[in-house]
């Protein structure tokens, strides 16, 4: 695959090749639901607004009332980055407002199976991938593809990655970023260390970094998905991409040699990991890092909400995980992208499909950028002119790349995610010593729930 030079070119290339064999919507076929999504009573409950001023809409008159937003942009710079937003949107169109319920990004992500079936708002944040088609298929969203045939500077791949069984459009995309390994300049240039290249580049790094009294790499998995990124990073380097979508897909035997090098691998990476990482967030771990405590930390680029906007922000820049074979090479990485959907019976549809409009194009997306410099706007015609360096390397990292994937959460089944993943690899930090016997539990239940 030629790497992609343009935005649309690496949004392209998100879609897994055919050659791969590989089928985001069988996937999906005869899926059961989301099994781990567990209601937390009234926990959701307050993003359904009973007061809204709407009403019922066939989204074919004029908008106006009141659109209720559930978001999951529940830290600092999300939520004011959403608020900032959705201002902007009620100042451009008398007679409407938006009333944002923002929830816990963990506790919506959990319950939002749950929260789709009950009283849910009219527009949602979610993210593109398996979870979007899961609930499209599901029947819990709404077809938005009335917005897409007037929306501009969206790529055709956008377009499919937005696309669910039935040839529709449920979502509408806003910012994307990806994961790499994110460090402090300033730390480098005091202690002079040099950008790794490989795996044993790392490690050195890591064993010098402790020498100075650093935390070689901050970690954090309380929240049970920061830790799904290192397992995607390390099999991306050790199996290769063609291998990691098709692992993701059923495909392939988790109890195998492959997926056992890979937790063996990362094994030998754990000393060098802040210890205790169950019990700290990945917001704990950030901070660590923005306080010069700890050298490095594999996360997505969302990690710049923990630092102030400013030198601080400046300070902050990212490289590639290392290469751990050089026959697979390290040009595969991952860069999740971020959106909205619309539930399946909005109360006010006319006004939920005009906001929708709204967060797909250039001006919504500005604003959100410009709130939230750790993202990278979808839109092909929103300003890039005011990015910050973050930002614009961010851009260029991507484009650079010869395979993108989502996510491990975003790129499988979520109930497989949710309810075998998570504690597999939980149970794998906090004892990594019976790799065959993790794999071979991993298997078993995948055979359970891919077969459902």
């Not at 074919?60 to 830290?75: I, P």
């Not at 899961?134 to 055709?156: I, Q, R, T």
């Not at 950008?195 to 650093?214: C, V």
């Not at 298997?443 to 459902?452: A, D, N, V, W, Y």
């Amino acid at each position: 695959m030629p790497r992609p030079s343009t935005q649309a070119e690496y949004l392209a290339s998100l879609v897994p090749p055919s050659a791969a064999g590989f089928s985001r919507r069988s996937m999906l076929k005869g899926a059961l639901g989301v099994g781990s999504l567990l209601a937390v009573p009234g926990a959701l409950a307050a993003c359904s607004s009973s007061g809204s001023s709407s009403g019922t809409s066939t989204g074919g008159g004029a908008a106006t009332g009141t659109v209720t937003l559930g978001s999951n942009g529940s830290d600092a710079v999300p939520k004011a980055a959403t608020q900032s937003v959705m201002d902007n949107f009620s100042k451009s169109n008398s007679g409407l407002s938006v009333k944002i319920n923002t929830i816990d990004h963990n506790t919506f992500q959990e319950n939002i199976n749950n929260y789709l079936q009950g009283s849910p708002d009219d527009v949602f944040t979610w993210f593109s991938g398996y979870r979007m088609r899961f609930f499209a298929d599901k029947g819990l969203a709404s077809d938005v593809s009335s917005v897409w045939s007037n929306l501009g500077g969206m790529s055709d791949a956008l377009k499919k990655a937005s696309t669910a069984d039935d040839g529709k459009q449920y979502f509408v995309p806003s910012t994307y970023y990806p994961w790499a390994v994110f460090y402090r300049k300033s730390v480098f240039a005091d202690k002079g260390y040099q950008i790794p290249k490989t795996l044993d580049d790392l490690k050195t790094l890591g064993a010098q970094m402790q020498k100075d009294s650093l935390i070689p790499i901050a970690f954090g998995d309380k929240d049970g998905w920061p830790a799904m990124g290192t397992f995607d990073q390390l099999n991306l380097r050790i199996n290769g991409y063609d291998y990691h979508v098709s692992l993701m897909a059923g495909k392939e035997d988790w109890s195998g040699p492959k997926v056992q090098k890979v937790f063996d691998t990362w094994k030998g990476l754990l000393p060098i990991h802040q210890t205790d990482s169950l019990g700290r967030t990945w917001q704990e771990a950030a901070q660590s890092l923005q306080q010069k405590k700890s050298g490095m930390y594999v996360l997505g680029a969302f990690v710049a909400q923990q630092f102030t906007k400013g030198a601080e922000q400046d300070d902050l820049d990212f490289f590639n995980f290392p290469e751990v074979d050089s026959a697979i090479g390290s040009d595969a990485i991952e860069a999740p992208i971020d959106g909205y959907m619309m539930s399946k019976r909005p109360k006010n549809q006319d006004g939920a499909l005009k906001l929708l409009g709204y967060l797909g194009s250039p001006d919504a997306q500005n604003i959100a950028v410009k709130a939230d410099p750790s993202v990278i706007a979808t839109n092909d015609k929103a300003d890039q002119s005011a990015y910050t360096a973050l930002q614009k390397k961010s851009v260029e990292f991507v484009k650079a790349a010869k395979s993108i994937a989502q996510f491990m959460d975003r790129d499988t089944r979520p109930d497989f995610a949710s309810t075998v993943m998570i504690p597999a690899i939980q149970s794998f930090i906090k004892s990594p010593d019976d790799i065959a016997g993790l794999t071979k539990s991993i298997q078993q239940q995948k055979l359970s729930i891919f077969t459902s």
